[in-house]
């Protein structure tokens, strides 16, 4: 039986160029919903999400995020935030969040791309109304691909990643 979330993070590529096509409600929620239900350190959910749909606060976002400018095409974007002083793990859970958001939008044929980082996006924070208490961690634009996506990722073999037991022993 071939395992489904496995096929997902096998397939899963960054997409910047977003079809002219809006999402589906039920797919926008869950994908939302992916990040809100992703594990956290000690159960704190430090993150808060801001769903972006409206097509002129998506290119005003765009010119914010330097790493970013497609996201003015998508058919939505999330501003992911976490509390900066409640938990230890803000940049961890979060991280976490977002991987979730982005294999569950695959599932439903929707692309995404991590944009921006951490410590460059006080202007989203600002602009998008987020209290200084919060830290703009990444913008996420999510919508359907403007061509078929076909490729093959580029990774180093397995054994130069992985070891077994202990650094350096190879693993089979």
């Not at 979330?5 to 977003?18: G, H, K, P, S």
């Not at 809006?22 to 704190?44: C, F, K, Q, W, Y």
């Not at 200084?132 to 919508?143: D, K, N, R, T």
Request: proline share 5%; hydrophobic share 45%; aromatic share 10%.
């Amino acid at each position: 039986m071939a395992n489904q979330v496995f096929e997902i993070v096998r397939t899963v590529m960054a997409v910047r160029e977003y079809a002219d096509k809006e999402l589906p409600d039920d797919v926008v929620r869950r994908i939302v919903e992916a990040g809100h239900l992703t594990a956290s350190a000690s159960n704190v959910q430090p993150w808060h999400f801001v769903l972006v749909r409206n097509p002129d606060a998506l290119r005003k976002l765009g010119s914010l995020v330097r790493t970013g400018p497609y996201v003015s095409a998508a058919a939505a974007a999330v501003i992911v935030a976490y509390e900066k002083e409640k938990d230890d793990f803000g940049i961890s859970d979060t991280s976490r969040a977002i991987q979730s958001m982005m294999l569950a939008a695959w599932a439903d044929g929707v692309a995404s791309n991590w944009t921006g980082f951490a410590g460059r996006l006080d202007g989203v924070r600002q602009e998008f109304g987020l209290p200084e208490s919060y830290e703009v961690i990444a913008v996420v634009p999510f919508g359907y691909p403007k061509r078929k996506v076909i490729g093959k990722k580029k990774r180093k073999p397995l054994g130069e990643v992985v070891s077994a037991e202990r650094f350096g022993t190879p693993f089979a």
